[in-house]
């Protein structure tokens, strides 16, 4: 099975169209926050139903150092993951996502009901719980989110966009389903990924 993009090239940099966050004169702010176009084949035989999540595995461990002015926060910090999208039940003949069908702008608190392909189910991503102590902001973020790395990380950020063929037509997960929900009950069902990534960076000194 293979996964490509109209909108960028395997391990290059994400237009900031497809982010949340990007540069501005005085400074940053919000992106388009568009999800990128996907299309996939190769799927295997006996696929009832496919499930996409987009992890970012390049996040600081140090939150304390996010944006914190004077601070650059160091390439060889640990890192941890953080989920911008998690989508289960997609139906086994779709073949493609079109850019902006599923995302198209930041919407504060998260989107209620996402848009996205007939009969998926999008759980939350982790801008909740990033949010969850800014009354502005705060809520059930939904679907796909994008990109919004510390503008001061050295670190080059990578996007992996991860599709599996499984074997069940649904997922047992909830409605407030996480990505390590749907990991959990992908065990034993998955007859084939495919992935593609792309980069994104705010810091101005961080190239890719």
């Not at 992996?160 to 037509?169: P, Q, T």
């Not at 389903?177 to 992908?186: C, P, V, Y």
């Amino acid at each position: 099975m293979k996964i490509i993009s109209d909108n960028f090239q395997n391990g290059q940099r994400l237009p900031a169209e497809f982010a949340a966050g990007q540069p501005t004169s005085d400074g940053f702010g919000f992106a388009p926050n568009r999800n990128p176009h996907l299309a996939w084949d190769g799927v295997p035989e006996g696929t009832r139903s496919f499930a996409l999540l987009c992890i970012d595995p390049d996040v600081p461990t140090v939150a304390e150092m996010v944006g914190k002015a004077g601070v650059e926060i160091p390439v060889d910090q640990p890192r941890c993951d953080f989920v911008h999208w998690a989508m289960v039940d997609i139906a086994p003949e779709l073949r493609e996502i079109a850019a902006g069908s599923c995302s198209d702008g930041v919407i504060p608190h998260g989107k209620s009901e996402p848009a996205g392909p007939a009969g998926a189910r999008q759980g939350l991503n982790d801008y909740t719980g990033w949010f969850a102590g800014d009354d502005s902001m705060s809520g059930q973020w939904r679907g796909y989110d994008g990109p919004f790395p510390p503008p001061n990380d050295l670190r080059l950020h990578r996007y992996f966009f991860r599709l599996f063929a499984l074997d069940v037509d649904t997922l047992p997960v909830g409605d407030d389903f996480s990505a390590a929900d749907a990991f959990a009950a992908m065990h034993g069902h998955v007859l084939a990924e495919a992935s593609i990534h792309g980069t994104y960076s705010l810091h101005p000194g961080v190239k890719g």
